[in-house]
């Protein structure tokens, strides 16, 4: 348990750190690719017409303000455990004259009741979690029978050429862009580092399997990117 709360803690600086720079990293880190990615998860999550969404660890809001856009009669709630991140969030909200409700929660004991969303959601923060299982089992504590999560995450590198050039990009280059422009060394050596520990896709889907969920997943770009989406039996 001393060991996932460290985890945590370290995780919660770190991106406290990174938040004002943090979406204009994600646009260069990913050349822009990201914002289709996330357009491909939010059909998935959205193609049962929830009414309730969850997005946890939203981090600046990004997923849930796309939701929000594609969905306006749903209720979108974002959790996240760095109220930085979340400020920046409500910033952006303001900007787009989008209505979402953003408030500090912990992944892994989610401040809501048993089977109170349609529909929960991770964008890029799952690998962040300290226990995996424990995530999962809180994402389907909160959803209704019948209801969907949905995780978009970067899976570590296939092995072939192209996962050969990633895995060079991932650990040499984008720590050196990710600390000229945040001027956090730390933070962009840690995310190869959390790719690169994070499950495959196939070990992934087992996992949420295992929870309970009926689960399927679609590599994107190469598989640089992966949709895990899980039914609630």
């Known amino acids: 348990m001393g060991d996932r709360q460290d985890k945590g803690r370290d995780v919660q600086a770190m991106f406290a750190s990174i938040a004002p720079r943090y979406d204009l990293l994600n646009r260069v880190l990913s050349l822009g690719v990201d ?22 660890a939203t981090g600046t809001a990004d997923f849930a303000l796309e939701l929000k856009a594609r969905a306006p009669q749903a209720e979108v709630v974002g ?64 959803l209704r029978p019948g209801g969907r999560a949905v995780i978009l995450e970067f899976p570590p590198p296939a092995r072939g050429l192209f996962g050969s050039v990633f895995r060079f990009y991932f650990q040499q280059v984008l720590p050196r862009i990710g600390a000229l422009i945040s001027g956090n060394a730390g933070a962009y050596t840690y995310l190869p580092e959390s790719v690169l520990a994070f499950p495959d896709p196939e070990r992934l889907a ?19 990117a992966a949709i895990h989406v899980g039914d609630k039996l």
């Open 35 to 56: 914002r289709s990615w996330r357009r491909a998860a939010a059909a998935e999550a959205l193609a049962l017409g929830p009414k309730r969404i969850l997005d946890v």
């Open 79 to 142: 959790s996240d455990f760095v109220p930085q991140m979340l400020e920046i969030g409500r910033e952006k909200a303001r900007a787009r004259y989008l209505e979402i409700t953003l408030e500090e929660g912990d992944a892994l004991n989610l401040p809501y009741p048993d089977a109170s969303f349609d529909t929960v959601t991770c964008s890029f923060g799952f690998r962040n979690f300290a226990d995996y299982a424990r995530g999962l089992a809180e994402f389907h504590r909160v």
């Open 206 to 224: 087992g996992l949420m399997r295992a929870t309970g969920f009926r689960s399927r997943y679609q590599r994107l770009t190469f598989g640089i």
